[in-house]
Each structure stands twice: as C-alpha cells, then as structure tokens.
C-alpha cells in the first residue's frame, strides 16, 4: 500500500486543535476560578466560564490522542474518533481533518 500525505496532515490539525481546544478550556475554567476568588463578580459568571471549560479539555485530549493515532497509522477508528472531537472543538481544522481521515482509510493498519 503507498503511503500518503492525508494521515500526516489529519494527525497535525487534530493535534493543533486539540491544544488549543486545551488551552482554550484551561483558561476558561482557571477565568471561572478567578472570578470565584473576587468579590464584586457575580456568582453566574462563575457558571459560565466553569462549564465550556472542562468539555473543551476533554474533546482537545481526545483529539490530540487521535491525532497520536493518526500520526502512527495505527487505529483508523480513533483517528476518526479524534477528527470528530476536533469539528466540534475547531470547525474549521476538524472539518479538514474529518475530511482527510475518511479519504485515507485504507492506509491505517
């Protein structure tokens, strides 16, 4: 089987994606804790930073592993399950990911 470009290329935007749906989490949520910490904020400001935060870590860990597994060729099925998390965390790479990752099936042991 030859070899292409598509698993290298899904595999770095689902990486790319999932550290900054990471950092992008993290931040929300030490924003929720700081906020906490200040008195004059009100307490559902505390609600809305906390709650997007922790998906947005989960859905980036699940795309960077997908993209690990990308990387490897190894396990189309979370490669695929990573470009999805990465759709819902970054549209516009997850899309070209979710895109690359069906078209280069056959390549994955």
Request: net charge positive; hydrophobic share 55%.
């Amino acid at each position: 089987m030859k070899t292409t470009w598509k698993p290298l290329v899904t595999g770095i935007l689902e990486i790319i994606a999932g550290g900054l749906a990471v950092i992008v989490g993290c931040g929300l949520y030490m924003s929720a804790r700081i906020a906490n910490l200040l008195t004059t904020v009100p307490p559902w400001i505390n609600t809305l930073l906390t709650y997007p935060g922790i998906p947005l870590v989960l859905l980036g860990a699940l795309a960077i592993t997908g993209g690990i597994y990308a990387l490897r060729r190894r396990g189309w099925a979370m490669a695929l399950t990573g470009s999805i998390s990465a759709l819902i965390a970054s549209p516009l790479l997850g899309l070209v990911a979710l895109i690359l990752a069906l078209l280069s099936k056959k390549e994955y042991a």
